[in-house]
């Protein structure tokens, strides 16, 4: 069975310092893993995807994230956080080989910049 | 290049009542996955169409449903609502092989079950 753990609900950072969002996963084959950000009242935007090859992916607004395959994790970064970061953010994993697209996600994190 | 749209954005229904919801995928997208986010149970999987045809299917009762049109458009509809079907339900579209492709999701229909 597949699954996606987001270990902390509520993370606080102060402007222009580093931030990170935690994700793990537990899958029954290689995976593929993605993160998105949902602000109020909207939909998911996609910021990035680890699929193969490099394990530090770039994306969207300035975040990447590393994947660590012996920890099975993918945690998400940004070197200086933006008061407008402030959002929920999911990870989420697909399963490589299952002939299935559909994504498992995580509960969320809800990322609090403060000014 | 327009992303997914879904109409309407917001519905209030009673129970009992039933529901359909639209998406437009993005142009050139075959795939439509649909989802649904709640505060207890987070964003669970419902169904996927691919070139028309229920690809996979998510754990939900036979109350919810979908279809695929022959331009890639998708609905979903849900009969004899409870309660606990207020969500947020979220479509999400991509190019269509269930591999690396990237999902991109719409803005939501909002659902209130009354």
């Known amino acids: 069975a597949q699954s996606v753990a987001q270990p902390e609900d509520q993370v606080n950072v102060a402007e222009g310092n580093p931030l990170t969002v935690k994700c793990t996963y537990s899958v029954s084959g290689n995976p593929y893993l993605f993160w998105y950000v949902q602000y109020p009242n909207r939909g998911l935007q996609f910021l990035l995807k680890?699929?193969?090859?490099?394990?530090l992916v770039k994306g969207s607004y300035g975040f990447e994230a590393e994947f660590n395959k012996s920890q099975t994790s993918f945690h998400l970064k940004k070197p200086s956080a933006l008061v407008s970061d402030s959002a929920l953010y999911f990870c989420?994993?697909?399963?490589?080989?299952?002939?299935?697209?559909?994504?498992?996600f995580g509960t969320g994190t809800r990322l609090t910049v403060i000014p | 290049k327009a992303g997914v749209t879904q109409t309407p954005r917001y519905l209030i229904k009673t129970r009992g009542q039933q529901v359909t919801l639209s998406c437009s995928p993005i142009?050139?997208?075959?795939?439509v996955s649909w989802y649904q986010q709640t505060p207890g149970q987070g964003l669970q999987f419902l169904f996927e169409y691919f070139s028309e045809t229920q690809r996979n299917k998510g754990n939900f009762p036979g109350r919810f449903s979908g279809r695929q049109f022959s331009n890639s458009r998708s609905e979903m509809n849900v009969s004899t609502l409870e309660l606990g079907d207020s969500a947020l339900y979220l479509c999400a579209s991509s190019l269509g092989a269930p591999s690396s492709e990237t999902q991109y999701f719409g803005p939501g229909t909002r659902l209130l079950v009354l």
């Open positions: 989420a994993v697909r399963v490589v080989l299952t002939g299935a697209n559909n994504l498992f």
């Open positions: 680890y699929i193969t090859g490099d394990n």
């Open positions: 142009s050139g997208h075959r795939s």
